[in-house]
């Protein structure tokens, strides 16, 4: 049965298509009697499509609360996104995330990830904002579209119809009725978008065919800070590059380049095009480049314009380099580079790729590690290292160990996926022991996956000084530690303070858990801690219980696949009945067995914001063994 439009509905329809059409009586609307323009004007406001108030908004600039609702209709994921990350949206709107799920790569963080010292996210959420700090929701309203309608033009342009000029491509009816598209064929053109929303856009992802000329040109207006160029690989296309870099040189921040193969000629071309005033001096904050190809991994040769790039940046805070097939030669120029230059770098990423021996390459002159002479400018300054599946052995844990000497503000470390072993872990503890005592400790550390016995790493866990401040946390996971690893790690859990402890899939066993709750202390302070694929049975469930009454700031627990039987249900309900504590979420997944538990609708009561604070496997899977006996 078709539903009846309301009168007020009707009112809208009506008002909103004159005042799209340019109709001279939306001036009118600010005339009415100061008590009747109250209520009317904010109704009006609230049902408005995204065109219509646009026109308002020239005449009146006051309706930042209607253009929130308007984001958040269109893009209700964006905000709830923005909560499981770093950065939280207060009451005041002072942060907010962009909407579109990878724009940019803002490698949204989940709570298991190490914060970041410096990241892109942090200068696109001080773009949104006014000048009294708080969100400006018409242009992040205008650039979530331009982005929406840039990446439709991109896939139009690639079919064979195309006729090659993207200015000209149509765009889509469910697009346009989003914005209130009143039927004038002149708006559905991508063209339309980019000159009278351009303007908005300060932050934008380009796949390399809206790399061109055309696209340029209908840019002109905007003033953009951060840029996001995709599969860039022919010279037409870095030419365009060039010319939307130059165009925005003096405003640009954030460079990104995905998935892209770029010559030394096309970097320096592409370096050349930042740089401001006529002298090799450039803005640039954030680089990331991100599975591209720009280094010959069997060869010595480095871009030349890069090198200038990283030498010259005296903004630069953030470098990362990921999967770009990079060898240790050209590590260890990057690193003698940023050694000698003058930035005050925060955040260096270097990320599977091949560069095991780099730091043995690394010239140890006096400008770079001779500890007689202060630490260079940008190593002092460096507070996030990112190493991760780079192949590193024990002999490059070793090298590292005198490398972080020059690191005295270092606070996150990630050297995972490298096979360290456990001679690699044990050159490492002096470092360590040193970083826990510093005025600045050291905050977050992950040793995932490096071929680490319990033994090593009981001997890091106990070698470690307790801390001034809790350390925010510790990830083991992924290393064949067995059942022998518990009794550390309790002792750890007490002596560090520390607040995230990701233990997944390191053999823990049945034993391991039991040990682990025998070991419990009377308070425990972690917040977060990941057990998941650990094989513990019903004797994680027992860890949990005591876990949940033992640590009152506890409020993530992570035990996916641990092979519990369904009556691991009754004594986790048990614990939570008796809990008084902050616990938010339990994800049970992929232990199957507990969905045939009685226990299963009375588990679910507990809530956090109306959502099920535990999460169990709907249904079971057959072939799934009860428990880990064999």
Sequence with gaps: MVEVASLFSLCIKSISAQIINGCDGAEELFELPSHFLDGFLDGLLMELPPLALQKLHELHDNFNTAWKILYKKRWPMAIEKMRHTNSIIPDGDVAISRPVDDFVDWRLQDLEKMETGSNIMQDALAMSRSGDGCVDWQQLYWEAHLQSCLDEAAERALLPTSDGHIGGVKISDEIMNYIGHSGNTTQDCLSYHCINFGHYARCLRLQNVLCVAEVCELLTSSKLRVLAFRRIKSKFHVDGVCRLLNQNKESLVSLEFIYCQLSPASWNHICNSVYVGGSEIHWIRHLCINSSFIFESKSSSFPGGLSSFLSSGRSLESLRFCDTQMGPKCAKIIFNTLIESSCGLV????????????????????????????????????????????????????????????????????????????????????????????????????????????????ELLRSLPTTREPLNSLSIAKNELGSSISAAIMEFLGTSRVRKLNIADIGLGALGFQELENGMQEKVEVAYINISMNRGGIRAAHFISQLISHAPNLVIVNAEANIMPAESLAIIHNALKQSKGKLQHLDLRENYSLCLSKYTAAILEFKFHGEPIVKIPLFPCFGVPYDDDP
């Design 347 to 458: 955040t260096l990423e270097i990320s599977d790729d091949e560069i095991a021996g780099w730091l043995s390459k690394v010239d140890r002159s006096p400008v770079g590690f001779s500890l007689s002479l202060p630490p260079q400018i940008s190593l002092k300054s460096l507070r996030v290292l990112n190493l991760r599946g780079n192949n590193l052995c024990k002999d490059d844990a070793e090298d590292l160990s005198n490398a972080l000497n020059q690191m005295p503000d270092l606070r996150n470390m990630d050297i995972s996926d490298n096979p360290i072993e456990d001679d690699g872990i044990r050159s490492l503890i002096p470092y360590f022991i040193k970083a826990f005592v510093k005025a600045c400790p050291i905050s977050d550390i992950k040793i995932e996956n490096c071929n680490l016995s319990g033994v090593a790493v009981a």
